[in-house]
Structures are given as structure tokens and as C-alpha cells.
């Protein structure tokens, strides 16, 4: 045995059946990079960062996430298009196809952890075949410290293999790519994938089912921040909605960007760093996230300036989905440990391309509920193929394809939290205002950081607020650094009668997303929807 306990630590991983020509045990950035670059996965970019393409897949693949119904999951997960059932004994005969793919292989193997609050640790294991991967999850999850490692104990494993090919008519995939979570063995399997994001949120996932139905902890997709007298805002948001530029505040602490768990009066990052995107960064626009992209951390699929080391973060010609992944100490006002107290703001962020949503509005605990389940966002002409006029997105809990459980149970969790803390909640439009996509005109960043300032510093307690008569939503008439005619969204339209139709027709979608959920929805959710007929 060496002197790091490699020897120990192999055994450990023979119990599970993991064996391999040679397996490098928790490199440090350096060597994973050096590896990467001899091994062809990437290259060395001008700011220090490992570029390296992520393959076929550029983004998660939803259709081949699957849990397996055992015991633990089949009374308890929300089953169906979003948790597919996948059969005990074809996972057991796919761990061991996979096994036998790597145990010729040389493999790069890591102990880390989820979950920044100490009491709500769960270790883990993840054996990449690629270095870059392992690069993602010492950057990803949290680092445990050498004399930590020398004992570690994992609780779940993961297992990364982007080279092997699954056979769908032999092992009950759908095509050859695959994650599997199997809460019995604690094994996330990922095959036929180099996209390193089915790491992280296979680990989202499982934190899902097990700390609210498990341990009584509210888990949130979205970013924290912590201010100077100890405030903690959260920050709900689909992709494109301004969530992780509006967290990334140079005023205040970042306590994470992506995911949370809330239980008593504290709020605990799931993670040990970023997953940004990164299409169209610049240094004037995200300064925290531009200058966070250097030695150490990785960039995904992005291509450099021709004759330059340079990324190139307009070019789009591999995906939009651009990433790249860092410790989160290399955002220069990170929280560490990263946990804050109760929060005194929660903001849902929502991107409408209909021009309807007022800028900041304040939610009831119904509506906050509602807009919750709801998770609304609109996507506009160019983000994907096919989409030419907006279209209403709606994810449930701002995370839809990441929850185990049902919807409503999440919702009523923050329903409780909202009690517990007296905390307000906000929607925030960051979309289009002055009329819908290719008529108005996108929100300016600087008046939505206005009001989210305006609202975390106490500025919007006592003025007058108007009632939106179809949403019901309560809309400040005044906001320090804001024009008073921009806080009503009808106020901006030169065509009232079309934002009214529009508005109908918004709210005609929202509750005909919301008919899925009525039947096991509280009442208080259900009056707090739209006053608009379902159409369509």
C-alpha cells in the first residue's frame, strides 16, 4: 500500500465491483490538466483554462435520465415522462457491461462531497474515464481535505463512461447513451455521454428525493447571495432569466449559483463551485464570471479566435450551451463555508417574451407558490430550432427535470419556509416590455438591478402598489432608479387593447400548465391562479 492508501481504496472499489488497468487517485488541477492535454481531450487555453469538447452531447439528454424502481423510489417517486422506471435487473446487467468496459481502462477516481452545511454531508466517490470529467468534479463539488480523504467513506458512487454504448434492445435504454440513479446500490451509472452536466445533476437529483423526503430540507435550483448585514436573497431562474448574472452581485457574497437546500433558518450550497454559461460573456457584462475562468477551471465546447489561444465566447458553432465549470473560491467574493441565515428576499426570475409580466411584482404566499409550480420563462426565435415567435416554457419548481418527487411537495415546502421567515417573494421580469418579442424591447439590466436593490433594501415596504387585474399581481407605482411608467407593463404598450388580449392569452397558458397539478394542489395555490379560461 502507498502512502495515500491507494492500495485500501482500490479494495474498496473491487467490492463494488470496479476494477481497472490503472486508476489515478484525486489529482490535483495540474496533473488532470497535463493528462487531458497528452490524452488529446483539450487544450490549453490563453486565460489558463482546459478547453475540451464534450462530444455528441452538448447538453443534458432527458429523454435517457432514468431511476430505478425499487423499493425506495416505487411509492415515492413522481413517475412518468420527467422519472422513467428503469428495471432492477437491467441495471445490475448494465453496471456489470460498464465494469467490464473499464476495467482495461486507465480512469481518474475522486472523493468529494455534496452539501456545504455540515450535518447534510453526502460523500462521494466518482470514477471518470476522462480527466477533463474528473477536472468537473473537483471543481463542481466540494474538496475534502487530505487527512479527510486518508478515511474517506463514500456514500454513493458515480460512474462516468462517455466511451461505452449501450445496446436499447438488450439493456432497456432508449439509445446508446444513459444516467441511471439507483437509490438501493447509491450508484449514479452515466454511459454513452461526455456532457459533464449529467454528473452534477444526477447528484441534484438524488438530493432531491432524499433531503425533503428524507431529512425535512427544502431543495431549491437556484443561486444565493449573502449581503453585508448578513441578508440572504435566493434567486430562482430558468436558463436565459438573468439568474446567475444577477446573483453574481460584486456587493454581495456569492454563497452558489446553482443549487441550495433551506432547512431551519440556514440556506447551504449543494455544491463546491460554478456551472456558467458562458455564450457571449464578456468582462464589462459579467466581470465575476469572466475573470473566474482561469488555470484550474474548464471550458466546454467553445472554440478559440482564429490564430489565437483566445475563446472566441460568440462563437456558437458547437452549441449555445456553452459552459464552463470553477471552484467557486475563484469568484473573488465567494462565501466560504458557503451557507447564509434566513432569507430575507426570494426573486423568480422570468424571461417574458410576451411583454406582459410587470418588472418586479410582490407575491402572496398562494402566488409565490403558484409562480413556484409554475417556473415560467419564454423562449424566443433562435434559441432552438424550430422556434420562431415566443413560446411559453414552463418547468416546475424552476427545475422540473430534476425532481423526484412530485411537484406540489416542493411548493408546499416553500409555502412553509415562507412562514417560518417571514421572507418576501418577488417575480421579476427580466424579459420584454413595450410589446411582445420583435415589438418592444428586452428590459434593461440596469433597472432590474434597480429593483431587486430597491427590494432588498427595505426601499419598496411603503409605497403604493396597483393590483393587476388578470394576474392579481401587485405592482409598486414607484422604485428609487427606475421609470414610474415602466412598472405597469400596460403603461408601456401604445396598443392597450392588444397587451390586453396578450395578457389573457399569457394567462390562459399559465393555468392550462397548472391543470396538471389542480388535482393534488392546495386550495390556496389554485385561487391564486390567473383570472383568464383555459383556451386551446
Not at 241 to 246: D, H, N, R, S
Not at 282 to 308: D, H, M, Q, S, W
Not at 506 to 532: G, H, V
Amino acid at each position: 500500500m502507498n502512502s495515500n492508501g491507494t492500495h485500501d481504496k482500490g479494495k474498496e472499489l473491487e467490492k463494488i465491483g470496479l476494477t481497472f488497468k490503472k486508476a489515478f487517485w484525486d489529482l490535483s488541477p495540474a496533473e488532470l490538466v497535463e493528462r487531458a492535454i497528452v490524452q488529446g481531450e483539450g487544450f490549453l487555453a490563453d486565460n489558463g483554462s482546459l478547453s475540451a469538447d464534450t462530444g455528441k452531447f452538448t447538453g443534458r439528454s432527458p429523454k435517457d435520465r432514468f431511476i430505478v424502481e425499487d423499493d425506495i423510489t416505487r411509492d415515492h417517486v413522481w413517475w412518468g415522462d420527467i422519472n422513467i422506471r428503469f428495471d432492477a435487473a437491467k441495471f445490475d446487467a448494465l453496471y456489470k457491461k460498464v465494469t467490464d468496459y473499464l476495467k482495461d481502462k486507465e480512469v481518474y477516481v475522486r472523493d468529494s462531497y455534496a452539501c456545504a452545511l455540515p450535518e447534510y454531508q453526502l460523500n462521494l466517490r466518482v470514477i471518470t474515464e476522462s480527466a477533463y470529467q474528473n477536472i468537473f468534479a473537483n471543481n463542481l463539488f466540494l474538496r475534502p481535505t487530505a487527512a479527510e480523504r486518508a478515511t474517506w467513506n463514500p456514500e454513493w458512487h458515480i460512474v462516468a463512461a462517455p466511451g461505452f454504448q449501450a445496446n436499447p434492445n438488450i439493456d432497456g435504454t432508449r439509445q446508446g447513451n444513459f444516467a441511471i440513479i439507483n437509490f438501493t446500490r447509491k450508484i449514479l451509472l452515466i454511459g454513452g455521454t461526455g456532457y459533464t452536466g449529467e454528473i452534477k445533476k444526477g447528484i441534484f437529483s438524488v438530493l432531491n428525493f432524499v433531503l425533503p423526503h428524507m431529512r425535512g430540507v427544502f431543495p431549491m435550483h437556484c443561486s444565493a447571495n449573502l449581503g453585508d448585514s448578513g441578508d440572504t436573497a435566493i434567486f430562482f431562474g430558468l436558463s436565459g432569466t438573468g439568474k446567475t448574472t444577477l446573483s453574481a452581485d460584486p456587493n454581495r457574497g456569492l454563497i452558489g449559483d446553482d443549487e441550495h437546500g433551506w432547512v431551519g433558518d440556514t440556506v447551504f450550497n449543494f455544491e463546491g463551485g460554478c456551472y456558467a454559461k458562458v455564450i457571449d460573456l464578456t468582462e464589462k457584462k459579467e466581470p465575476e464570471i469572466f475573470r473566474a475562468i482561469k488555470f484550474g477551471a474548464l471550458v466546454e465546447n467553445v472554440r478559440f479566435i482564429p490564430g489565437t489561444r483566445s475563446v472566441d465566447y460568440t462563437n456558437d458553432s458547437v452549441t449555445e450551451n456553452t459552459r464552463a465549470a470553477y471552484p467557486i473560491d475563484h469568484i473573488h467574493n465567494a462565501v466560504i463555508p458557503s451557507y447564509g441565515r434566513n432569507p430575507k428576499n426570494i426573486f423568480m426570475l422570468t424571461a417574458d417574451a410576451f411583454g406582459v409580466l410587470p418588472p418586479i411584482s410582490k407575491l402572496t404566499r398562494g402566488q409565490a407558490m403558484f409562480h413556484f409550480i409554475s417556473g415560467y420563462t419564454a423562449k424566443v426565435a433562435g434559441t432552438e430550432e424550430g422556434v420562431t415567435e415566443p413560446q411559453p416554457a414552463f418547468s416546475a419548481c424552476f427545475g422540473a427535470p430534476f425532481l423526484p418527487l412530485h411537484p406540489t411537495k416542493y411548493a408546499e415546502m416553500l409555502g412553509h419556509k415562507m412562514d417560518e421567515s417571514q421572507v418576501n417573494v418577488w417575480l421579476i421580469n427580466t424579459g420584454w416590455t413595450g410589446g411582445a418579442y420583435g415589438v418592444g424591447k428586452r428590459m434593461d439590466l440596469p433597472y432590474t438591478r434597480a429593483m431587486i436593490q430597491a427590494a432588498m433594501n427595505g426601499h419598496l415596504e411603503n409605497v403604493d402598489f396597483d393590483t393587476d387585474p388578470i394576474f392579481g399581481l401587485q405592482m409598486p407605482r414607484e422604485c428609487p432608479n427606475v421609470p414610474s411608467h415602466l412598472l405597469n407593463p400596460r403603461n408601456t404598450w401604445a396598443d392597450k387593447e392588444a397587451y390586453d388580449n396578450q395578457a389573457l392569452a399569457l394567462a390562459a397558458r399559465f393555468n392550462k400548465n397548472f391543470a396538471k397539478y389542480a388535482d393534488i394542489a392546495s386550495e390556496e395555490m389554485k385561487q391564486a391562479a390567473p383570472k383568464a379560461a383555459v383556451v386551446g
